[in-house]
């Protein structure tokens, strides 16, 4: 069944979405109430904006998702001074210009 495919993409996005609310886009409102917004801009960013940022962003994910500190985890997945830096990355993604935080 297709949906075994689909749930480490929902995963690694959710993740995604996660990273760029607490480290990219701190001042921006929130999300349309569904969310498709976001989810579509961040999905066309990755496939043609910025590709070189996908195993970065997989890195990221696994690692937080693992219990590391972000810190670690930056330590980890930002390519030892290559191309492209997680820095390339967050400002290539913040062009979606949203943040999936919850408020309460």
């Known amino acids: 069944m297709g949906r075994k495919d689909e749930s480490p993409r929902t995963t690694v996005l959710c993740v995604l979405l996660l990273i760029l609310s607490a480290t990219a886009l701190p001042n921006c409102l929130g999300c349309p109430s569904d969310g498709s917004n976001c989810r579509n801009c961040i999905v066309k960013q990755m496939k043609t904006g910025c ?24 330590k980890k997945c930002d390519c030892n001074g290559g191309y492209p830096r997680l820095a390339d990355c967050r400002k290539c993604l913040s062009k979606c210009k949203c943040s999936c935080s919850m408020s309460g």
Do not use: D, E, K
Request: glycine share 12%; hydrophobic share 35%.
């Open 51 to 74: 590709p070189g940022c996908v195993p970065i962003m997989q890195c990221m994910a696994r690692c937080l998702w693992g219990g590391s500190s972000r810190s670690n985890c930056v």
